[in-house]
């Protein structure tokens, strides 16, 4: 028997809240407005944390890449979940694979390439992104 990957876990997984519980899949995918290759379903906004935290379930596509950007006064972590790709954080530059988590502190540019297959990474802001 085929073991699920874990990105569709994520994607048919369930978040808990203190009033209603969400599929996830009934979240919907959003193409990134910026970035080719990117989407992104937000799991958890600042709405529901008011304002303090917000997870997105991202999604880049072999060889795209979510180029280079800053978020001002939010600190971002990721959480690659499945596949691989790289980071570029100020001057450092990082490999990404599943079981990683890196700490971008706020206001340092970043960006992320996917490699030869999509890259799911588990982003979460403070405060919340939206």
Same mark, same amino acid.
């Given at each position: 028997?085929?073991?699920?990957?874990?990105?569709?876990? *994520?994607?048919?997984?369930?978040?808990?809240?203190?009033?209603?519980?969400?599929?996830? &899949?009934?979240?919907?995918?959003? &193409?990134?407005?910026?970035?080719?290759?990117?989407?992104?379903?937000?799991?958890?906004?600042?709405?529901?944390?008011?304002?303090?935290?917000?997870?997105?379930?991202?999604?880049?596509?072999?060889?795209?890449?979510?180029?280079?950007?800053?978020?001002?006064?939010?600190? &971002?972590?990721?959480?690659?979940?499945?596949?691989?790709?790289?980071?570029?954080?100020?001057?450092?530059?990082?490999?990404?694979?599943?079981?990683?988590?890196?700490?971008?502190?706020?206001?340092?540019?970043?960006?992320?390439?996917?490699?030869?297959?999509?890259?799911?990474?588990?982003?979460? *802001?403070?405060?919340?992104?939206?």
């Amino acid at each position: 028997m085929l073991m699920e990957k874990i990105s569709k876990k *994520f994607e048919k997984g369930i978040v808990v809240g203190l009033t209603d519980d969400v599929k996830t &899949e009934t979240i919907e995918w959003n &193409e990134h407005n910026l970035f080719k290759g990117v989407y992104l379903k937000h799991l958890i906004k600042g709405i529901d944390t008011n304002g303090t935290l917000s997870c997105h379930l991202v999604k880049v596509n072999p060889g795209c890449s979510i180029d280079t950007h800053i978020h001002n006064g939010k600190l &971002e972590v990721h959480e690659i979940i499945e596949g691989s790709g790289v980071c570029i954080i100020g001057e450092k530059t990082i490999d990404y694979y599943a079981g990683i988590i890196s700490l971008i502190p706020a206001d340092i540019p970043h960006k992320v390439t996917a490699g030869s297959e999509e890259i799911y990474i588990l982003a979460k *802001f403070s405060p919340a992104l939206l």
